[in-house]
């Protein structure tokens, strides 16, 4: 399994400081769901989602990232 990050307004996987991609086997690969949080953090990404995208398989799994400080 890979944990990736994605731009849910433009569709594009983060793939490093400043780039993006339209591959999700070309995107940053976080291995751990706290670290890609960790990356959003850091890097005050927004309209982001962490997308769990498993080996050999066509399904990926979308989660909502929401900052726990706010109303949503």
């Given at each position: 399994?890979?944990?990736?990050?994605?731009?849910?307004?433009?569709?594009?996987?983060?793939?490093?400081?400043?780039?993006?991609?339209e591959?999700?086997?070309?995107?940053?690969?976080?291995?751990?769901?706290?670290?890609?949080?960790?990356?959003?953090?850091?890097?005050?990404?927004?309209?982001?989602?962490?997308?769990?995208?498993?080996?050999?398989?066509?399904?990926?799994?979308?989660?909502?990232?929401?900052?726990?400080?706010?109303?949503?």
């Amino acid at each position: 399994m890979r944990i990736l990050l994605r731009n849910t307004e433009t569709g594009l996987f983060y793939a490093g400081p400043d780039e993006w991609t339209e591959d999700a086997s070309a995107a940053c690969d976080f291995r751990r769901p706290d670290l890609a949080l960790d990356r959003v953090c850091e890097a005050n990404l927004e309209a982001m989602e962490l997308v769990m995208h498993f080996d050999h398989s066509p399904f990926a799994m979308p989660a909502a990232i929401v900052n726990a400080g706010s109303d949503n």
